[in-house]
């Protein structure tokens, strides 16, 4: 269960995200129910490195992050998922491009926060699944390495 304080338009709206089955989601807005269905199916993380910038001021203080589990190779490649929800920055690489484990192929804009996101394997891209501007939500695919 994820929880959101929103402002859209200038008013101000509480969600909490109970539930996401493939592409249909159980929130709750400001004390009613919903159900939310996605253009295309939610997949959950598989593993994703992450290395975050500062574009405003410094925080506080922050937990320790976890560190990232192996990528899970499937049968078509391996899949770099969004490891937040956010808005894609900045795509850097393209279809066909040849990428090593560890190298910055795109930019996610998430909590006022830039974080670069890497390739989880060494290999050739297969397909990207976003584009610049698009909002994404945690476990989307971002792209296959094969």
């Known amino acids: 269960m994820k929880e959101y304080k929103l402002k859209i338009n200038g008013n101000d709206y509480n969600v909490v995200i109970n539930d996401v089955q493939e592409s249909v989601a159980s929130v709750e807005v400001n004390g009613s129910n919903f159900k939310v269905e996605f253009e295309k199916p939610i997949v959950k993380p598989t593993a994703i490195k992450v290395v975050k910038t500062a574009t405003a001021a410094p925080a506080v203080s922050a937990a320790a992050p976890k560190p990232a589990a192996a990528p ?66 945690e476990g989307t695919p971002l792209a296959i390495i094969g």
């Open 72 to 137: 899970a190779p499937t049968a078509g490649g391996t899949t770099v998922s969004s490891p937040l929800p956010g808005v894609i920055l900045e795509v850097c690489v393209k279809e066909g491009d040849t990428v090593k484990s560890g190298q910055k192929i795109m930019v996610l804009e998430a909590m006022k926060m830039e974080n670069v996101v890497e390739a989880t394997a060494d290999g050739v891209i297969k397909s990207i699944k976003v584009n610049k501007g698009d909002s994404v939500m």
